[in-house]
């Protein structure tokens, strides 16, 4: 049993650059979310899904895509990176919605220059 | 919009000394609130969740409270270690999930 896993690990992008940062999890989670954190602050959640084929906002969804195509997998897609794109990205899942316990993947640092 | 804040940004404390942490929230309508533990450059790890029914849950040393109706938690750590040094972050679960920005422990031995 995995949990929740991410690629990549770390990824430099220049400004325009799109790129898609994956997230996995193998046991079968219906709710799955991303997150950015920068320095200061708490986690803002970009965008989430309560299952396959349902994805909704977050609280900072701009130049960000997401689908959900499978339980398994929540990709988040960067179409034209710019430098205030730059921060630490997490994905979480969890079984529900509202009563059950989030787990974290180890994170994605991206550097937009 | 839900806001959440903790209080302090940073601690340090020496090794054997019990402490709280603190978190506070604007909007009491919430699902539950959730303890974790962050370490540098990790992600995170859930300490405790409370569900808003609840008043306080324990794990080991850890003791969090909520108090829904003055949107209120503590996180209190008994006999810390060194081992306790982190980045401990609340979140509160309502329509969608809000963390606090955090507060970085130091246990000094």
């Known amino acids: 049993n995995a949990g929740v896993t991410q690629t990549p690990k770390f990824q430099v992008l220049k400004t325009g650059q799109s790129m898609t940062l994956q997230c996995a999890q193998d046991?079968?989670?219906?709710?799955m979310s991303w997150y950015r954190q920068d320095p200061g602050m708490g986690l803002r959640l970009i965008h989430y899904?309560?299952?396959?084929?349902?994805?909704d906002q977050g609280e900072v969804p701009n130049g960000y895509n997401v689908s959900r195509s499978t339980t398994e997998d929540f990709p988040l897609r960067l179409l034209s990176a710019a430098p205030s794109q730059t921060s630490v990205y997490f994905c979480?899942?969890?079984?529900?919605?509202?009563?059950?316990?989030?787990?974290f993947g180890p994170g994605t640092r991206l550097l937009v220059l | 919009k839900q806001e959440v804040t903790q209080i302090p940004a940073a601690l340090s404390v020496p090794e054997g000394e019990n402490l709280v942490l603190n978190c506070s929230f604007t909007?009491?309508?919430?699902?539950?609130l959730q303890w974790f533990r962050q370490d540098p450059g990790k992600g995170l790890t859930s300490l405790l969740l409370?569900?808003?029914?609840?008043r306080e849950q324990t794990s080991g040393r850890l003791n969090a409270s909520l108090d829904k109706s003055s949107g209120r938690s503590t996180l209190y750590i008994a006999a810390s270690q060194p081992g306790d040094s982190a980045t401990y972050l609340c979140?509160?679960?309502?329509?969608?999930?809000?963390f606090g920005a955090g507060t970085r422990l130091t246990v000094k031995p």
């Open positions: 046991m079968n989670h219906e709710y």
């Open positions: 909007d009491s309508a919430i699902y539950n």
């Open positions: 899904s309560v299952g396959a084929g349902i994805t």
């Open positions: 979140a509160v679960r309502g329509n969608d999930m809000r």
């Open positions: 409370i569900q808003s029914s609840q």
């Open positions: 979480a899942s969890s079984p529900g919605l509202a009563q059950e316990t989030q787990y």
